[in-house]
Each structure stands twice: as structure tokens, then as C-alpha cells.
């Protein structure tokens, strides 16, 4: 019998770490949250480098390759990425 205690506690651990960065608890290190007008332009500037991003992850996906974690361990994950991705970019 399987049961359905561990997604749920994985989706709440995934809820709580959104309420702390919507809430500004938890300091990123990235800076000030954007407005939703930013939010909106750059989606609008950067739609079709997202769809090709999101076309490759779901291809990876299919392939088994993905990254397994809480939430937790994967937001430090993309946090660090983006952190040596900025470094280099500038």
C-alpha cells in the first residue's frame, strides 16, 4: 500500500519556502524582488529563449535526466547557478 504522506509533505515544504520569499524571510542574495511590470516585460523579452528552455527540459525529462531534491536543495541548487552564471556574465 502506498500512501501519499511524503508528496504531501514535500509539496508543503515547497509552499512554505515560496510563503518566505514572497513574505522577504528569506534573504536569496539576489536582490530586491521585481514588480510585476518587470516581471511581465521580461517574460515578454525572453519568451522565446523560455520556450526553447522549456522544450530542452522537457526532452531531459523524458530522458530520466533531471535533478532530485526537496525544495530546499533544489532552490540552493538554481540560487547558486544563477549566483556563478551572474558572476561570469559580468
Do not use: C
Not at 3 to 15: C, N, V, Y
Not at 31 to 53: Q, Y
Amino acid at each position: 500500500m502506498t500512501t501519499a504522506k511524503p508528496d504531501i509533505a514535500k509539496i508543503r515544504e515547497a509552499l512554505d519556502v515560496i510563503d518566505e520569499l514572497e513574505s522577504g524571510v528569506l534573504d536569496d542574495g539576489l536582490g530586491p524582488m521585481p514588480g510585476a511590470d518587470e516581471i511581465d516585460a521580461w517574460f515578454v523579452r525572453n519568451h522565446e529563449a523560455l520556450a526553447a528552455s522549456l522544450r530542452e527540459g522537457g526532452e531531459a525529462y523524458a530522458r530520466g535526466e533531471y535533478r532530485q531534491g526537496t525544495a530546499a536543495e533544489l532552490r540552493a541548487y538554481f540560487v547558486e547557478k544563477y549566483r556563478r552564471r551572474r558572476a561570469t556574465s559580468t
